[in-house]
């Protein structure tokens, strides 16, 4: 089993920056790799970013360039770092580990 919890959400400006962070528990070594995933209102869940356990990155074509995916050495600390915020970036941002396990989700809402 793996536990993960996210942080880092909140009420930013246009053009701003977050950094998400998803803290894992437990089976952190059965950890193939971890992905951030969003949901709008009213939109399907979307896949924003990927890093694998060997540190392989996979980002949604539209967001390149404004996101990193980041890890420490341990595993048990994923980030996701949003530059130049718009207001469609507006969604329930939510890490997991394998497509298995799933943390809670953090808000992130861009508004002027």
């Known amino acids: 089993q793996v536990q993960l919890v996210e942080s880092g959400g909140g009420l930013v400006q246009p053009g701003g920056s977050l950094r998400l962070s998803c803290s894992a528990t437990?089976?952190?070594?059965?950890?193939?790799?971890v992905g951030w995933y969003r949901q709008a209102p009213g939109k399907e869940l979307e896949v924003v970013a990927v890093i694998s356990r060997v540190r392989e990155t996979m980002y949604k074509d539209s967001l390149k360039g404004r996101v990193t995916i980041s890890r420490d050495n341990s595993g048990n600390t994923v980030w996701l770092q949003i530059n130049k915020l718009e207001p469609e970036d507006t969604a329930v941002y939510s890490c997991?580990?394998?497509?298995?396990?799933w943390g809670q989700g953090t808000q992130v809402t861009v508004s002027s």
């Open positions: 997991t580990a394998n497509m298995n396990f």
């Open positions: 437990g089976d952190i070594n059965s950890i193939v790799n």
